[in-house]
């Protein structure tokens, strides 16, 4: 049983460009959360896709947007890129409904902007 | 901000129980008490988590107050691969509403010490 899958692992981008970066969910689960981590904090919540919809966000600027596809895998877009978004980009995944609906992570995708 | 706190780090020898206290006096009664570990570059795994009851998996134990006001996470024989920053989330999980923005803290750094 695959867990939250990410890719790339690591990718440097040049300050100005776009970046996509990719999930696909624990087998079973149909909800994606993005979350980004700066270098010794802890993680901090993107946003949420539910059924292909973004249904809750976190304090990011719109230059971060996702996307959820039919087969729940989705994808974590920044544009103009910024020095400060050089973090670790982090994937998980849950299903809705259920008591606890536990929330599993990826192994995430370090951005370096430079 | 995160509504638990934590110690920011402690020492445990190895092979002995680990106990990493977390306080959570405002939590309301349809929040979970989550715990996750995140060992350096990785992303957050999922440890266990709690109602009110007490918890135990087969990584760790959780110990619940009666009041829910604080937890304890024990882990029963701490090896050199439990070293990692380990965080307390309150979250809002049950049937009939669940939120999958976690807010992270800053964690307990457990060092196991040969």
């Known amino acids: 049983d695959a867990g939250v899958t990410q890719s790339p692992t690591h990718l440097i981008k040049t300050r100005g460009q776009q970046v996509t970066l990719r999930c696909s969910p624990k087998?079973?689960?149909?909800?994606v959360s993005w979350y980004q981590q700066a270098l010794g904090q802890g993680p901090q919540f993107i946003f949420q896709?539910?059924?292909?919809?973004?249904?809750q966000r976190g304090n990011f600027p719109d230059r971060f947007s996702g996307h959820q596809f039919p087969n729940y895998s989705s994808e974590l877009n920044v544009n103009a890129l910024l020095l400060g978004d050089s973090a670790l980009y982090l994937c998980?995944?849950?299903?809705?409904?259920?008591?606890?609906?536990?929330?599993?992570f990826g192994e995430g995708s370090w951005l370096t902007v430079v | 901000d995160a509504k638990t706190t934590q110690p920011p780090s402690m020492d445990c020898a190895e092979g002995r129980a680990a106990n990493l206290p977390c306080n959570h006096s405002t939590i309301s009664g349809n929040e979970y008490v989550y715990w996750y570990r995140q060992i350096h570059s990785q992303g957050p795994q999922y440890i266990i988590h709690g109602l009110k009851n007490n918890e135990t998996n087969e990584m760790a134990s959780l110990i619940i107050t009666e009041d829910r006001k604080s937890s304890t996470l024990i882990l029963p024989h701490a090896t050199l691969r439990d070293t990692a920053v380990y965080y307390c989330?309150?979250?809002?999980?049950?049937?009939?509403?669940?939120?999958?923005?976690?807010?992270f803290g800053t964690g307990t750094l457990l060092a196991v010490q040969p």
């Open positions: 989330i309150v979250r809002v999980a049950g049937r009939g509403g669940a939120t999958n923005k976690l807010i």
């Open positions: 087998s079973g689960h149909d909800t």
């Open positions: 998980a995944s849950n299903s809705v409904g259920g008591l606890g609906n536990t929330i599993y």
């Open positions: 896709y539910y059924e292909e919809e973004e249904r």
